[in-house]
C-alpha cells in the first residue's frame, strides 16, 4: 500500500511512519540500538505532508544527544534535516506508545 496515499485519506493527527527497503526497517518504530558501531535510527520530520509522518533515517552518534544523518533522501519527499547534517536528538513517544530518538534542531557549531 502506497503510504502516500494513506496520508491523504487519513485525519491530521494520524501519524504515519515511512520505510523503504535500503534504509532499515520503520515497521518497529524503535531505534537500533547497536551500541558498538554508534549507528541509530533517528526519525525525521517529513515536510509538504497532510499529517506528521517520519522517516526513519540512519544516524551516527557522536556524542550526547548528537547524530550524523546518513543516506539519500528518497524521490518526492522533503525532510527537515538533510544528510550529513549533525542534530540534536531526544526520545519521543509516538501515537500508539511506541519511542524512537527524533532529530528536533540543527547542532550550531562556533565560528
Request: net charge negative; charged share 20%.
Amino acid at each position: 500500500m502506497d503510504v502516500r496515499l494513506l496520508n491523504r485519506n487519513r485525519v491530521a493527527a494520524l501519524m504515519i511512519f515511512k520505510d523503504t527497503g535500503d534504509m532499515g526497517s520503520g515497521a518497529t518504530h524503535h531505534r537500533s540500538r547497536n551500541v558498538a558501531m554508534s549507528a541509530q535510527q533517528v526519525y525525521v520530520a517529513l515536510l509538504d505532508e497532510a499529517v506528521d509522518c517520519w522517516r526513519p533515517v540512519n544516524a551516527q552518534h557522536i556524542g550526547a544527544d548528537q547524530y550524523v544523518l546518513v543516506g539519500p533522501i528518497p524521490e518526492g519527499e522533503v525532510w527537515e534535516f538533510q544528510p550529513g547534517e549533525t542534530v540534536h536528538c531526544r526520545e519521543q513517544t509516538f501515537q500508539g506508545g511506541t519511542t524512537g530518538l527524533v532529530a528536533f534542531a540543527r547542532v550550531q557549531r562556533d565560528a
